[in-house]
């Protein structure tokens, strides 16, 4: 009986202790292929909370409370995303989640915590099939019409496909070029931004013509099959949708074959391990970028200093990974003030409606997100086009690839 009370009392002293923190889970890919993005948004991130903490924590209820971090890897396997976000699901006094990277993943697992209503911010990446899936459905000749849900607990913190896909057939078409190869891999991530691609170069006048659309898989290391025929139909340039490792393939491919045209793709080609496995031979390659690595404001001078201090580097992974991370817990902490509540539904309310502007390191948002509407997946969005940029690879490094970007950034951070 004794030993009964006394693990009653051990349990109740833990309630109460969890009771005194403002619970939240940051998951991704912190091992694999696409880890330089997940641990980077992990880590900017843990900035913010290190940064909210020290201060003492958030007021809720008449006291300030600290975040505490769940941690959890899903390695970019959907299997393990999908029980990763089942056990959240099912803990009771979760006030939200930050996380998530592949496509996969997210379609594996974001179902279950829109069940049980868990607020999630998805960051600092997934494809546009991750929102997309929650729009109403219209009829089709063999499926009736789906109505998407009334209420979305899942908000998105990144540079969604169709603004990237914008500023790359853009830039395609500003250099003047007529004739593309589409290259992307079998993940939903590189179909969905393959689609996004084609519909951006129908939405912008069709000058471009698609002269072959190459797909490959995760972990392919030679492309000189797919490149050949970009080759010999005459392709200008080619648009890229996948991740790192085999961007740089074929980067690498494109040296081999002597075929010195452009590569534009999504903002993956901006990781580490893109621009480490391909060396000098992705210098000039260009990619959309919410934050580029330069200290070009007071605010990013900070957050570059403090990360490369934190993580004991001198170039960040994934720097457009690591200021999402950091912007998103930002503006989760200004939900969680506003609605003076660990309650996962109270903070998703608030975000719908923030009252206050978050002055992040990318930008200062103004009412980021509004009331789910299931014909219109920006609701959940934060980001347009005004704040993406292009960026160039230089010598290791990302830079921006139009000076007039960097002084519009520059003009923002002077105010």
């Not at 913190?157 to 500003?174: G, P, T, Y």
């Not at 000189?224 to 200008?236: C, E, H, N, R």
């Amino acid at each position: 009986m004794k030993r009964l009370l006394g693990l009653l009392l051990c349990l109740t002293a833990t309630q109460a202790l969890a009771a005194d923190t403002i619970k939240l889970a940051l998951t991704g890919p912190y091992s694999g292929g696409s880890a330089p993005m997940g641990t980077s948004a992990r880590d900017g991130s843990k900035l913010a909370i290190e940064e909210i903490n020290a201060a003492g924590g958030l007021m809720v209820g008449g006291k300030k409370l600290k975040i505490e971090i769940i941690e959890r890897d899903d390695e970019a396997k959907n299997e393990r995303g999908a029980l990763i976000a089942q056990e959240l699901a099912a803990m009771a006094d979760l006030s939200g989640v930050i996380g998530s990277v592949n496509t996969g993943v997210v379609m594996a697992g974001d179902k279950h915590l829109q069940e049980k209503g868990i607020t999630k911010i998805i960051c600092p990446a997934a494809g546009s099939a991750s929102m997309t899936q929650w729009l109403d459905k219209p009829a089709t000749n063999d499926k009736p019409a789906v109505a998407g849900p009334k209420s979305l607990s899942i908000f998105r913190f990144a540079a969604h496909d169709a603004v990237q896909a914008d500023l790359v057939v853009a830039e395609a078409i500003a250099r003047g070029l007529t004739k593309v190869a589409l290259f992307h891999d079998d993940t939903n991530y590189g179909v969905s931004g393959r689609d996004d691609m084609l519909a951006q170069i129908k939405r912008q006048g069709d000058k471009l013509t698609v002269l072959t659309q190459e797909k490959f898989k995760i972990g392919d290391k030679d492309m000189t099959a797919q490149l050949l025929k970009a080759k010999s139909l005459g392709a200008q340039a080619i648009l890229i949708w996948a991740i790192g490792p085999e961007e740089a393939a074929v980067s690498n491919g494109m040296a081999k074959l002597g075929l010195k045209i452009p590569l534009i793709g999504g903002w993956t080609l901006s990781m580490s391990n893109y621009i480490d496995n391909a060396g000098a031979n992705g210098n000039g390659t260009l990619m959309p970028q919410t934050f580029i690595e330069e200290p070009i404001t007071p605010r990013a001078k900070t957050f570059i200093e403090s990360y490369h201090k934190a993580y004991g580097v001198t170039r960040i992974p994934s720097a457009v990974a690591a200021a999402q991370g950091y912007d998103a817990v930002l503006i989760f902490a200004a939900a969680v003030k506003q609605a003076g509540s660990t309650d996962t539904r109270k903070i998703h309310d608030a975000l719908e409606d923030l009252k206050e502007p978050v002055d992040g390191v990318i930008a200062t948002w103004k009412k980021p997100y509004s009331k789910w509407d299931p014909t219109d997946v920006t609701t959940h969005e934060a980001f347009r086009r005004e704040q993406t940029v292009m960026g160039m690879v230089k010598d290791g490094r990302v830079v921006f690839a139009n000076e007039a970007d960097k002084a519009r950034l520059q003009k923002r951070g002077a105010k």
